[in-house]
């Protein structure tokens, strides 16, 4: 397949929803997006943008779903049977992400689990941005963790905290996952018939 007809099946994918303001609740709600932009994924908070490659968006997914499902079980959030079972259907799926990105860099949360009431579950760590800043690497510190003053799911990046309730944290992850797999899926190398890759002898993956 050329260049053109790669260009012409560009995958165009937008989701917007507004966010409440949770602690302020005379402020106006913001508004959130998730979008394919140049091969990534942007997600827009309260007008702070922030670049995801789809590994990244696989990381945020399955933190962000794990803590939804922990604090969903522990009754402190509140979710019907059918937010249940898809969010782990989005659990079992992530790894597709890793499957399919091209990218050699993976970027990994550290996750802590505890029985202390606040914290049973919280998600931290860097990601690298996929822009660079005169010529260096930027990172975004991220930490999914529980707000203990609202006891609401809480995404941290940078010096910025988002608070969310279960439906909104939930569109979060839904579209970040389809987001994400959109763009994993059209990153995929295209090959012809004389390049079909194959398994040697020795069990290599080939490729012409």
Not at 138 to 148: G, P
Not at 150 to 173: K, T, V, Y
Request: charged residues 20%; aromatic residues 12%; hydrophobic residues 45%.
């Amino acid at each position: 397949m050329n260049t053109e007809a790669l260009a012409a099946n560009k995958v165009v994918f937008k989701a917007e929803r507004l966010i409440s303001r949770h602690g302020y609740p005379d402020s106006a709600p913001y508004l959130a997006s998730v979008e394919i932009m140049d091969g990534n994924v942007s997600l827009v908070l309260d007008h702070s943008e922030y670049c995801l490659t789809a590994q990244q968006c696989a990381e945020v997914t399955k933190n962000l779903v794990r803590m939804l499902l922990k604090y969903a079980d522990l009754g402190i959030f509140q979710a019907s049977a059918e937010c249940v079972a898809q969010l782990e259907a989005q659990a079992s799926w992530f790894r597709l992400f890793q499957a399919r990105s091209l990218s050699a860099e993976r970027y990994s949360l550290q996750t802590y689990e505890s029985e202390s009431k606040g914290v049973e579950f919280c998600a931290s760590g860097s990601f690298r941005q996929s822009e660079l800043r005169h010529g260096e690497a930027i990172y975004y510190k991220l930490v999914i963790c529980l707000d203990d003053d609202l006891n609401l799911p809480c995404l941290g990046i940078d010096d910025r905290a988002f608070a969310f309730n279960f439906d909104e944290a939930f569109w979060i992850a839904k579209h970040l996952w389809i987001a994400g797999y959109l763009v994993a899926q059209t990153a995929q190398p295209i090959y012809t018939a004389t390049q079909e890759p194959w398994i040697n002898d020795q069990g290599q993956l080939m490729r012409v």
